[in-house]
């Protein structure tokens, strides 16, 4: 994210926005967003946000807070501490190259035996 920076004074070339990581809207009447500045890693309320892809930058910057802060895996959980996995891993489903190349080796092997039952 991009979170728009109040300069004062405002004509200077000082940055209008910062990178940041959208951390959720504010509980106000006014409205906002609250965001972690990546320069600083503090907890910062800004009225405006823009949403740009994730670059190498920012995912280096985010990866050496968490060395810094010792955090070495991250397991994200609801309040009842039920961990949420990655939407990618499929129960059942291996995404091994060698248990692929068995996979095709058993329907040969199906093959193979169905011809010989037919002699």
């Known amino acids: 994210m991009q979170a728009y920076q109040e ?3 405002k004509n200077t070339n000082a940055p209008r926005t910062i990178d940041a990581i959208y951390l959720r809207p504010t509980n ?3 409205g906002g967003h609250e965001l972690m ?4 890693g503090r907890v910062i309320t800004r009225p ?8 190498p930058i920012v995912i ?6 968490a060395e810094a802060q010792g955090i070495k ?3 994200l959980q609801n309040r009842r501490k ?3 996995y990655p939407a990618d891993w ?5 995404y091994y190259e060698n248990n692929n190349n068995e996979e095709e080796n058993d329907d040969a092997d199906y093959v193979e035996n169905e011809d010989n039952d037919n002699n």
């Open 90 to 94: 499929i129960a059942g489903v291996d």
């Open 48 to 55: 405006r946000v823009f949403e740009i892809p994730v670059t």
């Open 60 to 65: 280096r910057a985010v990866e050496a807070m």
């Open 37 to 40: 500045d990546l320069n600083s």
């Open 73 to 75: 895996s991250l397991k």
């Open 28 to 30: 106000n009447m006014q």
């Open 7 to 9: 300069n004062s004074p």
């Open 82 to 84: 039920t961990i949420f």
